[in-house]
């Protein structure tokens, strides 16, 4: 200790010991969470195509006012990017 009152000391144990099976089986749970995101993926990169072909016509953006909060997103974008960004 160095005799400053502010000084904090922290022992921490190590990680626990995980078992094979669990480690297998989360790492196969990856798969189907990686299609999902594949799926929506492709949903959002259509709905981004034809929405810049409907601003190149009309001159704006087609924008979805049910969005929570009231913020005009891009139709249907907003939730494969909310999905996937915590994630990848």
Same mark, same amino acid.
């Given at each position: 200790m160095?005799g /400053?009152?502010? %000084?904090?000391? $922290?022992t921490?144990?190590?990680p626990?010991?995980?078992?094979r099976l669990t480690v $297998?089986?989360?790492?196969l749970?990856v798969?189907?969470h990686g299609i999902? $995101?594949d799926?929506l993926?492709?949903?959002a990169?259509?709905?981004?195509?034809v929405g810049?072909w409907?601003?190149?016509?009309?001159?704006? $953006?087609?924008v /979805?006012d049910? %969005?929570?909060?009231?913020y005009?997103?891009?139709?249907?974008?907003?939730?494969p990017? !909310?999905? !996937?960004?915590?994630v990848?």
């Amino acid at each position: 200790m160095t005799g /400053d009152p502010a %000084a904090v000391q $922290l022992t921490a144990a190590g990680p626990a010991p995980q078992r094979r099976l669990t480690v $297998l089986f989360r790492a196969l749970m990856v798969i189907p969470h990686g299609i999902v $995101l594949d799926f929506l993926a492709i949903g959002a990169i259509f709905t981004v195509f034809v929405g810049w072909w409907a601003a190149l016509f009309t001159g704006r $953006l087609p924008v /979805d006012d049910s %969005a929570p909060g009231g913020y005009g997103t891009p139709a249907g974008y907003g939730t494969p990017a !909310g999905y !996937g960004t915590p994630v990848g």
